[in-house]
């Protein structure tokens, strides 16, 4: 894992228990809701792991690895070409309702497809961060 690249979003302020934002992105069928509307599509999940399309990029297979309560969870993923990827998401509870979010990623990515995929890759994180920013359902949702 050390030749891979690592990418990592700003810190995110979440007005939400740090407890409801880990019960939430724990079950997969929730994690649909927290990502971008656009460019995403053939959603599918049960409660551990996911499968999307994402435009341009192609299908990408995630499923959570590990969690430590009300902290983190990480997710281990594949995508085109079977690009192995790693996600982490670090919850820090700094009072009541009020949580920072960081999202980490790391991929392992040959030097070309490095050049195209940064700005895609640091785009999808921010938008990852804003949409749990903005988010107000954090009661889970079953699909």
């Known amino acids: 894992m050390d030749k891979m690249l690592k990418f990592e979003s700003r810190i995110g302020k979440v007005n939400v228990s740090s407890k409801k934002i880990f019960v939430f992105i724990t079950d997969m069928r929730n994690f649909r809701q927290i990502l971008p509307a656009k460019g995403i599509t053939d959603w599918q999940a049960d409660s551990d792991s996911c499968s999307f399309e994402v435009s341009p990029v192609g299908k990408a ?3 959570i690895i590990n969690s430590d309560p009300d902290n ?3 997710y281990a993923g594949d995508g085109l ?3 192995q990827f790693f996600l982490w998401v670090q919850l820090k509870e700094v009072s009541e309702n009020d949580t920072r979010v960081k999202i980490t990623l790391k991929a392992d990515l040959n030097p070309m497809i490095k050049v195209m995929a940064s700005g895609p890759i640091k785009d ?3 938008k ?3 949409g749990m920013e903005t988010f107000d359902r954090w009661d889970p949702v079953k699909e």
């Open 61 to 63: 297979n995630l499923r």
């Open 72 to 74: 983190t969870v990480k």
């Open 81 to 83: 070409n079977n690009t």
């Open 124 to 126: 999808f994180l921010e």
């Open 128 to 130: 990852l961060i804003i």
